[in-house]
């Protein structure tokens, strides 16, 4: 039950080259993936567990090994938010930065559609900020996926 079939640094180098690969994935996913979760989403994020869960564990089945990989994705994850908070190149990699997609009125049709927002979304914002479009100064999709507005006056 705790004697590893497989080496423990093994078990941190596959955490780590697997921890990147999706974190790169996400990423390059958009912020609204991230920030809103469909049932399509999440079924996603489950398959995607399944999927790799052979390449974290190299086919170790020891509680031991489960443990040295959990223990070492939360180290990561860790380490992770710990270099965002201090480090502004960091933090830009991992989250990225906020994308204005509307200004004066005029909604970027162009950036929406190129950070997979739809247009319903962005009405819903307005509704959700009581704004009416001609009230618009400028409104943002957020890292978190989250659409910012700010009212003119």
């Not at 049932?39 to 995607?48: A, E, I, K, N, S």
């Not at 830009?92 to 247009?119: I, N, Q, T, Y």
Request: with cysteine; charged share 20%.
């Amino acid at each position: 039950m705790f004697h590893l079939s497989t080496p423990w640094w093994e078990l941190v180098v596959r955490a780590l080259l697997v921890y990147l690969a999706l974190m790169l994935m996400v990423r390059l996913s958009g912020k609204r993936t991230v920030g809103q979760f469909t049932p399509f989403d999440l079924l996603v994020v489950m398959l995607l567990s399944e999927a790799v869960s052979n390449a974290l564990s190299g086919g170790e089945e020891s509680v031991a090994g489960g443990l040295i990989v959990a223990t070492t994705l939360v180290l990561l994850n860790l380490g992770v938010s710990v270099a965002s908070a201090r480090f502004y190149k960091v933090e830009m990699v991992v989250e990225g930065s906020p994308v204005l997609v509307a200004r004066d009125g005029e909604v970027f049709r162009h950036v929406l559609k190129r950070e997979h927002v739809g247009l319903g979304d962005f009405e819903k914002a307005l509704r959700e900020n009581d704004c009416e479009l001609r009230d618009l100064r400028c409104a943002f999709l957020e890292t978190d996926g989250t659409i910012s507005i700010m009212k003119k006056g």
